[in-house]
């Protein structure tokens, strides 16, 4: 295992969120920003194509391997939106409170048993920018649309997310709960699994 990895994320849910779940684990997970590299244009059309495109980019602007995270929700009555545009949903820097106003406004007419979603994450470490067969890991959360928000943990839609088979919110869930079942979660616990064999 490698010393260290770069994470290709300036989002500080994503990196408390990565933090928090390899703290057991002897991996030190440095955030781009503090090696004062940029966010890389994402100009992908699916979750795994922009996770490649951060993570090389992370790769070439410090010489380290590099892990991407791209993720996002799927609304199956907004034909998949907002995917790839979950965070900026409502507009470039908008924040959660306008992506979520924007979500609640696009369901306004569709009634809760058909406000079905999913919440996807797709990792993908590089070991080098010219690596030609990148480690790929995915993981998915069920569940559906809320009319109001509930609960005070996570972030982005979380508090409009009702985890199928529930009765919490992502939002109502406590970090570990969240972490031990969410699509990040899942997407990370197969990185680890694959990690050692991979190197």
């Known amino acids: ?22 703290s057991q684990f002897q991996i030190e997970v440095v955030p781009q920003s503090l090696l004062n590299v940029d966010d890389a244009d994402e100009t992908g059309l699916t979750f795994v194509e922009n996770a490649i495109i951060k993570a090389r980019h992370a790769c070439e602007a410090t010489g380290l391997p590099a892990l991407a995270d791209d993720s996002g929700l799927e609304v199956d009555a907004l034909n998949g939106a907002p995917g790839i545009y979950s965070a900026r949903f409502s507009g470039p820097g908008k924040g959660d409170q306008a992506n979520n106003a924007k979500l609640l406004e696009s369901l306004a007419n569709v009634a809760e048993p058909q406000r079905t979603a999913r919440y996807r994450c ?39 997310f009702l985890v199928a088979g529930t009765d919490q919110t992502a939002a109502q869930l406590s970090p570990q709960e ?14 680890l699994a694959q990690i050692d064999s991979y190197l």
């Open 1 to 22: 295992m490698t010393d260290r990895i770069v994470l290709a994320s300036g989002n500080q849910g994503k990196l408390n969120e990565f933090n928090e779940i390899l």
């Open 122 to 160: 797709v990792l993908v470490y590089m070991r080098h920018a010219k690596d030609p067969m990148p480690l790929i890991c995915q993981g998915t959360l069920e569940g559906r649309i809320l009319e109001a928000p509930q609960g005070s943990f996570g972030f982005g839609y979380d508090p409009l």
């Open 178 to 191: 969240k972490h031990r079942i969410s699509h990040r979660g899942k997407a990370v616990k197969q990185f």
